[in-house]
């Protein structure tokens, strides 16, 4: 078996020590970093998400292949900086104020970091503020919300006011999701994005960020 | 007048592998692999060690709970509680909660990356806490009826604040009425309760036939679970087996 199968199944397996090992391996093999994360990390998450889409695995098949996944890619951080390798875009993400829900939101940031973007989570009940600001620091090219009580899906309008009120809407775009959202309501609150799962945010974000 | 704490037995609220797996969006007839169940064994294990389950339960007038009801204004104007308690006989409000460990215990998962085993035992809390407020709803039941105040025309539903158009500022009501500092329970600014993994809420005793309602109202449509439903069959559902 080529290493990179071996990555393959490992990941899916959710064999996060035997990732790790297996990348330090490829590192001394002399594989690029580069080549590690796209076509071992990322092309293993992307069947992946693949595969939970289509229902044949389930979150926690999802979670622990995630886990394995960021085992690998903390060994090639360094090396990727070193060789000034940068990730393809920056996605700020969060679960809005006044909501604890972040299921969704955490597997939206698990595949957009297994597409290779950089993620910063905020966690979750997020002010509107902090969205922005912390957007606006990290010159983030996508600000990504998520609710999933209908009473507090109103805070995701807040944040685009809030963006709107500051002249800041059009430094990065907004994409929206969560289980009781629909792409008229995003529509009407002015997002730019309705995303409905966390494969479909990777392609959504892809769209935006490559067509820059 | 009720207005008890309440200690609730952590083996009282151990939820089912099934309830704990439906969580994780794995449903009765989807076979998990082993790695799988194991993580739910443990979530098991984990919550049977760390929770400290307690609540309070207190009787409350309509007119008094029309205020806690009526928050700062923000309810939607066709929820169907409005209506609920207005006809209801008795009512009581409570809060439960699983205790601050259980919820350290799932952020350092998540912290150190165990995202799986965080996000099984999120799920394993998450049901024992409902299972907290079923046990405080069906202990209220049986008060009203050692009183006599529950017969076999009577129902009960309890209803908690962010849901089925009730909106969360009543938070702040219910917490100055309830005074859950006396079970460790705090409110942070977002109105979310501290530890995570807490409930409160209303619950309702009356006439069955009040706890009818559709889930055709406006806000209805972004609801996911629509459990209203089971809630409403399970009143009615002894009446069809006699």
């Given amino acids: 078996m080529d290493i990179l199968a071996e990555f393959s199944e490992n990941l899916h397996n959710g064999e996060a020590e035997r990732v790790g090992i297996l990348t330090g391996q490829a590192l001394a093999n002399g594989l690029e970093p580069r080549k590690i994360l796209d076509d071992a990390l990322i092309a293993g998450m992307t069947v992946i998400g693949d595969r939970f889409k289509a229902h044949e695995i389930f979150l926690p098949d999802v979670l622990m292949a995630a886990k394995a996944m960021y085992v690998g890619m903390d060994i090639l951080k360094p090396y990727l900086i070193k060789e000034g390798i ?37 966690g979750n009940d997020v002010p509107p503020e902090k969205f922005i600001d912390t957007a606006l620091k990290e010159n983030a090219q996508i600000l990504g919300m998520s609710a999933l009580l209908t009473t507090t899906m109103p805070m995701m309008k807040k944040v685009i006011e809030l963006a709107g009120a500051r002249n800041v809407r059009d430094k990065f775009k907004i994409i929206v999701g969560g289980a009781s959202l629909s792409r008229e309501y995003a529509q009407a609150i002015g997002a730019d994005a309705y995303c409905f799962d966390g494969m ?13 | 007048m009720i207005n008890e704490i309440l200690d609730i037995p952590a083996t009282d609220i151990m939820p089912a592998m099934e309830s704990i797996l439906k969580g994780q969006g794995i449903s009765q007839n989807e076979i998990p692999n082993r790695k799988t169940v194991v993580l739910a064994e443990e979530a098991i294990q984990c919550l049977m060690s760390t929770i400290r389950p307690a609540g309070i339960l207190s009787e409350i007038s309509r007119d008094d709970f029309a205020v806690i009801y009526r928050g700062s204004g923000m309810n939607e104007t066709q929820a169907p509680l409005g209506r609920i308690f207005r006809a209801g006989a008795d009512l009581a409000v409570f809060i439960v909660t699983l205790g601050k460990i259980i919820s350290r215990e799932i952020s350092e998962r998540f912290d150190n990356n165990d995202l799986a085993a965080a996000s099984m035992l999120d799920s394993a809390a998450s049901e024992a806490a409902e299972m907290a407020a079923d046990y405080i709803e069906t202990y209220y039941r049986s008060c009203l009826e050692r009183s006599g105040r529950f017969g076999p025309s009577t129902g009960i539903m309890r209803f908690s604040p962010g849901y089925c158009g009730w909106h969360m500022n009543a938070q702040k009501e219910l917490f100055n009425f309830l005074e859950p500092h006396r079970i460790g329970i705090s409110l942070n600014d977002s109105l979310l309760m501290q530890p995570l993994k807490s409930i409160s809420g209303v619950i309702v005793s009356g006439p069955k036939e009040i706890f009818r309602f559709d889930d055709s ?20 559902e002894q009446d069809k087996q006699t």
């Fill in chain 1, 86 to 122: 940068s990730t393809i875009g920056k996605v700020v993400i969060g679960t809005v104020q006044g909501d604890l829900h972040d299921i969704g939101k955490n597997l939206v940031a698990i595949f957009l970091r297994g597409a290779g973007f950089e993620v910063i989570d905020l």
């Fill in chain 2, 217 to 236: 109202f406006s806000f209805c449509a972004d609801c996911i679970t629509h459990s209203c439903r089971d809630r409403i069959n399970a009143i009615f």
């Fill in chain 1, 200 to 212: 479909n945010a990777v392609d959504c974000v892809k769209r935006y960020i490559l067509s820059k």
